[in-house]
């Protein structure tokens, strides 16, 4: 158990660090490209989560297609959007919400999977709500704009969980973490044509760092599942705001008290809906 919450830590530490590298991006390069670079050089080497009897063609071999379809489509837009969030965003706020993916994972799993959501956890998705609400202290003008990327991101991780969870026991491993390397890379690709340009020479470290923290992050996560149960390991995101409120000074982002209130408020009740979510498997 400690060393699957150790090894979970330090993936989502190595997301963080990713999410700094795509800020020092700034907008130099279209947010496709970004998201193709960073997608196309992980899947290359995706074929280290191959287990024995895997193989390559089990990118293209799905048993159950049409959840495997939208799972792909929700996961390739995820990230773009995601790039975007943080790209336009405080990181306090791109985080904040974000962090809304376990509140709407919750609200979809009573809707698709009819699993029942008790009162308690209602309350906490209110809560999630309202600290959010608190950090990003939101105008009509600004609720136009990133602020929605940033929902539609974190709706799109939620789907990618509702439908992982309905083909996780049908499908391999390689399968599920290729494919997800693959569309985003495909579906980048393709938007990023318009816009394209050449990277310079500092621009393809940064894509390759970017790249290299998305394979070690999700090594890492891969890594520590068998040793810790998932809900558990899920919890272990939480601790990106704390690198959120390290790392913003660098970029002149200095959150106020209520911001931290409502941080305080987000990850609580996020934390007692997992909380709920284990006492009900148990």
């Known amino acids: 158990m400690v060393k699957g919450l150790v090894l979970a830590f330090l993936a989502f530490a190595v997301f963080a660090w990713g999410d700094v590298v795509v800020k020092k991006i700034g907008s130099d390069l279209d947010p496709f490209e970004v998201t193709f670079f960073g997608s196309v050089i992980p899947l290359v080497f995706a074929p280290a989560f191959m287990t024995p009897g895997s193989r390559v063609f ?8 049409w959840l495997m379809a939208i799972r792909l489509v929700c996961a390739a837009a995820a990230t773009p959007l995601s790039v975007m969030t943080f790209r336009r965003l405080p990181y306090t706020e791109a985080f904040a919400l974000l962090f809304l993916t376990p509140s709407l994972v919750t609200i979809l799993s009573a809707f698709v999977l009819k699993e029942q959501v008790r009162w308690r956890r209602g309350l906490a998705l209110c809560a999630a709500f309202l600290g959010v609400l608190m950090v ?55 938007l990023m044509i318009p816009s394209f340009t050449w990277p310079t020479s500092d621009q393809w470290l940064l894509l390759t760092a970017f790249a290299a923290t998305t394979f070690i992050a999700q090594a890492l996560l891969t890594i520590a599942t068998p040793y810790v149960p998932a809900d558990r390991v899920s919890s272990a995101q939480y601790s990106q705001i704390l690198w959120a409120l390290g790392i913003g000074p660098f970029f002149h982002e200095w959150p106020g008290t209520l911001t931290f209130v409502g941080i305080v408020i987000v990850v609580g009740a996020d934390l007692f809906i997992f909380s709920q979510e284990h006492d009900v498997s148990a």
Do not use: Q, Y
């Not at 089990?58 to 297609?65: A, F, I, K, Q």
């Not at 003008?141 to 969980?161: G, I, R």
């Not at 390689?174 to 393709?190: E, M, P, Q, Y």
């Open 58 to 65: 089990d990118l293209v071999r799905w048993n159950r297609p």
């Open 136 to 190: 990003v202290k939101p105008s009509f003008e600004e609720l136009l704009s990133w602020h929605f990327v940033a929902l539609a991101s974190a709706l799109c991780s939620a789907a990618v969980v509702i439908t992982g969870r309905m083909i996780g026991h049908t499908e391999e491993r390689f399968t599920l973490i290729g494919t997800v390397f693959l569309s985003t890379a495909a579906l980048s690709g393709l």
